[in-house]
Each structure stands twice: as C-alpha cells, then as structure tokens.
C-alpha cells in the first residue's frame, strides 16, 4: 500500500487553471490554500478577487470570494472586514492593480491598520491586457508600451512597494518573497502564513510581494522567465521581511 502524501489543498476547488504556462499564479493559489487549510480559518475566510490575471481567483478557492473593481480591493476588503470582524479576509492582487490605479487604496489601508491581509503578485508587467509598462517595469526592461525599455527619465522608476508600504504605522508585517526555486516556494508560504496570523491576531495590516513571472508577455519561455526573475527582478527588489510587529517572529 503507497501512502499518499501530496493532494489538492481543501482550500482549493477540483478545477484547471486558465493560466498560461509558467505563470506563478497557481503556485501562488495554492500555497494561499494550503496556509488557511493549515490555519482552519476556511469556513470564515473570504478572498477580495482582483481586475487582472487573476480576475477568476474566486472560481478556484473552495471558500467564500468576491470580486472588486480594479484597484478597490483594500476597500471592499476593509468594508467586508468591518461588517465581518471575525472573518478572515484578504486581497489578492497584480502589480497593475495595488500599484497604479489602487495605489492610493493599498496605502491608506495599510496606514488605517485594517486588519486585512494582502497577496501582492508583482511580475513587472500588465499581463491581462497585453503586456503594458506597469508601475513595477524595470527600468530599461521592454514592454509593449515600452518597446526601447523603460526610461527612468520619462517613466519614473519602479515602485518598491514593500519598502514604501513598511514606513507606515499601520503596517504590522511587510515581507517580499519569491517562488522561482521550490526553497523560495517554503520561505514564501512561511510569510504568507505570518500575514494571516498576524490578522488573526488582530494586529494589523499584513502585506506579502510576491516576485512572479509572466512568460507570455516578457517573450521568454517558463524556464528563461525563472532565469530572468533571479538575474533581474532580485537584484532590483531584494527579497525578505521589511516589518514585523513586536510580538512576531521574522
């Protein structure tokens, strides 16, 4: 008899995911699953779907999710979180959603100290609509909107969201991970797990980056895409906890 060891999380449903191949996305999912799965919070926890690749997040967790119009997560979250203060509540959202027409809404959901949790999954780029500069571009990196690359002189530089997010009191844990190598993938959901314990806590404001790729619209294939996350995206957007609360292990 073979024991089995590995299996869907409960937390998420028996259902393929549309994602192109080598987008992080699915990997991101599951380790969100597999952390309130850990945490037994599914029967009170409740997604905030994002506008963008991950519009459809709320067709694969097997719990309570809605979706917000772009950028207007952290407030759906925190109305939802106000109305439900015993739910488990986070947000999961791209680059182009938290970072530029949701800025102003992550950043004074951080500096209320709502007590919401957010996956932020930046890959530098819009992916949903076709590959655009986003507010995390490289600079000097080519997209559709930036065929030459970025230029910092015109374009400003990327926004380091972690770093920015962590000068505010209101944020209680700010950490930014990646998932391009499987050791990666365990110190990425030992953070994302910190963040929901520290909303179930009642700290405050939690916020994982996740480093992810986007094969399709960088022109790279799953394994290039991996590569260039390490060479590029890292050196850029170094990885690791940005603030703790006092009681919270780093």
Known sequence: MVDKIFSRPQGLKDVAFH??????????????????????????????????????????????????????????????????PDAVVFTYQGDGDLAAIGCAEIVHAAARGEKITTIFVNNAIYGMTGGQMAPTTLVDQVTNTSPYGRHADSAGYPIKVSEMLSTLDGAKYIARVAINTPGNMVKAKAAIKKAFEVQIKGEGFALVEVLSTCPTNWGMSPVEAAKWLEQHMIPYYPLGVYKASEGGAK
Request: with cysteine; proline share 5%.
């Open 19 to 84: 994602y192109c191949p080598g987008c992080h996305h699915g990997i991101i999912h599951r380790l969100v699953a597999e952390v309130i799965d850990e945490l037994d919070v599914r029967n009170r926890a409740i997604g905030v779907a994002p506008v963008g690749c991950s519009v459809l997040a709320y067709e694969y967790f097997n719990f309570d999710a809605l979706e917000a119009a772009h950028g207007r997560a952290p407030a759906v979250a925190t109305g939802v979180k106000r109305v439900h």
